[in-house]
Structures are given as C-alpha cells and as structure tokens.
C-alpha cells in the first residue's frame, strides 16, 4: 500500500521560514513526478510545486510561490521537500503531497502576521 505523509507544519510569523518535508513508502516511487498543493479555508485547492522524477532539476511552481518556495527530493526519489521562504499570511493553508496517484493526510501551515 502506497503512503504519502507530510511533516514539517506549524505557524509561524509573517516573513519566517519553514521546510515541509514528504515521504513515500509501499512504492518505488522516485521515477514519479512529486507535488505539493494546498487548500485553504473556503478555496480550492492550489497548486504549488511539482519536481520530477527522472529528472529531478526539473521543478515547476506556482505564480504565488515562485522566488519564495523551492521543491526538492532527495537520491532515492522517496521524500521531497518544500522549502518556504518569506511566507504570508496569504501562505496559510493545509498542505498536501501528491505523486499523481496519491495523496497524503496534509499538514497545517498556519503564517500570522
């Protein structure tokens, strides 16, 4: 059984830092491209950032993260990471971690101003 689980949230103040981190585990996950979403209250979900897998120089971001946010995965494939940078209280939402087939259970990222 493939499993996604996101670690990493908290709050955090208006311009602080923080690094989401996502594993895979039940798959040999690391040919697959990784994402990050999120979803605030009341919205749809948004994407973030998405780091294939073969080719893992290869990112793609969001308009509202770009510049701020950088998505990686280490050698194996299995874990990706979203590294976030200057949040805004706009940043606050859960997050999520996607390998196209599957999700994970998110993690809260609360930014006060």
């Known amino acids: 059984q493939v499993q996604l689980v996101e670690s990493g949230g908290g709050s955090v103040q208006a311009g602080s830092s923080l690094t989401l981190t996502c594993t895979a585990s039940g798959r040999t996950a690391g040919s697959y491209t990784m994402a990050w979403y999120r979803q605030a209250p009341g919205k749809e979900r948004e994407f973030v950032a998405a780091v294939q897998g073969r080719r893992r120089n290869v990112t793609e971001y969001g308009d509202s993260v770009k510049g701020r946010f950088t998505i990686s995965r280490d050698n194996t494939g299995m874990t990706a990471y979203l590294q976030m940078n200057s949040l805004k209280p706009d940043d606050t939402a859960i997050y999520y971690c996607?390998?196209?087939?599957?999700w994970g259970q998110g993690t809260q990222v609360t930014v006060s101003s």
């Open positions: 996607s390998d196209s087939a599957y």
